[in-house]
């Protein structure tokens, strides 16, 4: 192991209003699945935390069909560092896996493609101990506006974030890049995500998360910058892709009889926001433009899921998942999510 992974035994302390309390362990959970370059970059910025560190990092290997080489675990796999390994079963298992094994009192879910920036776990601990009736946390995710997928991304997760913060503090909107649980909450198995759901897992967790009173709580504070390696037509065509194979958890969000679409003037809240920015950020028209064809691409994407779950005439049983989190709080029924 490199002398240059620290030893994250030290939980550490955080103010929280005027006291100095200890932070809560912290257990970050990443699937992967071939991307090791862009896990070396997430694991790096979980390095120099301040102030806190993760008790545990979890890395799941869904069934990579290139594995991790001896230079990537001689650098990054330690003692509280380790990689957990099964077939090739989706990023909900991959989670799942993760989650059913992790010791923390807080479970972070991140995605190997993003960093963190370098309070976002003291960020997040100090939110677990101002709302200690808040089960779930959905941190700030922006995109790295250095290049154009990066921009685009960057505009629509900030007006996704602007238009459905609520009043209280919590966000009709859940994104898996950087989302956190309490431990307690969580079934014995694990299994907070639908094993079913190949895709839209996150759309299909808040519509579970607000029919069960637990909408989470946004921690604006704790920054997790999403970096997708695409170019612009590979990001526009997985739009298409996502949309697709989220056909399952489309039927099964269809089942709980939450609405999840966003209304019209939220929805026009969100292109006026998305116009503002182009404004003001280089090469911002350009990033709106591919904002509007990956749009309309995964517009393309929902009518062919929406005829294959016609076709198949998909009635979808209840199972152990509809209430994923075991407290729960009186809340609204609308919701709205939005992965990358």
């Given at each position: ?7 994250w ?11 100095c309390?200890?932070?809560p362990?912290?257990?970050v ?6 991307r090791?370059?862009?896990?070396g970059?997430c694991?790096?910025?979980l390095?120099?935390?301040?102030d ?6 979890i ?13 990537f ?7 509280h560092?380790r990689i ?9 298992m991959?989670?799942?896996h ?15 493609d ?6 976002c ?27 154009l997928v990066?921009?685009a ?6 007006a ?33 995500f639908d ?6 897992e ?14 989470p709580?946004f ?8 970096c997708p390696?695409?170019?612009?037509l ?9 949309a ?5 958890a ?8 939450v609405?999840?679409r966003?209304s019209?003037?939220?929805r ?5 926001l ?5 404004c ?11 904002i ?7 517009s ?17 049983p209840?199972?152990t998942?509809?209430?994923?989190i075991?407290?729960?709080?009186d809340r ?6 939005e992965k990358e």
């Open positions: 192991m490199s002398s240059s992974v620290p030893d035994t030290s939980r550490g302390t955080v103010h929280a209003g005027s006291r309390r200890p932070a362990s912290i257990s959970i990443i699937p992967v699945h071939n090791w370059s862009t896990l970059e694991l790096g910025s390095r120099v935390q301040r806190i560190v993760p008790c545990e990092v890395v799941v290997d869904d069934g990579s069909t290139e594995p991790a080489s001896d230079a675990i001689a650098e990054h796999v330690g003692t560092v957990l390994r099964q077939p090739h079963l989706g990023i909900s991959a989670r799942n993760g989650i059913s094994v992790a010791t923390g009192e807080i479970l972070l879910c991140v995605d190997s993003c960093r963190l920036d370098a309070c776990l003291r960020e997040l601990a100090i939110a677990a101990i101002q709302h200690p009736q808040d089960m779930a946390f959905q941190l700030h995710i922006a995109g790295d506006c250095s290049y990066g921009k991304e960057h505009m629509w997760q900030s996704n974030q602007a238009v459905f913060q609520q009043a209280d503090g919590q966000i009709r909107w859940l994104n898996t890049s950087g989302f956190a649980v309490r431990k307690a909450s969580v079934a014995p198995s694990g299994h907070l094993r079913r759901a190949k895709r839209g996150d759309n299909l967790l808040l519509v579970r998360l607000v029919k069960s009173g637990s909408m709580r921690v604006p504070n704790a920054i997790v910058t999403h390696r695409l170019r612009p590979g990001y526009i065509l997985k739009a298409f892709k996502t697709v194979m989220a056909t399952k489309m039927s099964l969000m269809t089942s709980e009889g609405n999840t966003a019209r003037p939220e026009w809240s969100i292109m006026r998305l116009w503002a920015q182009s003001q950020l280089p090469s911002g028209k350009a990033a709106l433009m591919l509007g064809a990956r749009y309309g691409m995964k393309v994407g929902r009518a062919v899921s929406l005829v294959l779950r016609r076709m198949t005439k998909t009635v979808i209840g199972d998942m509809n209430t994923p075991r407290a729960s709080r609204g029924c609308e919701s709205r999510t």
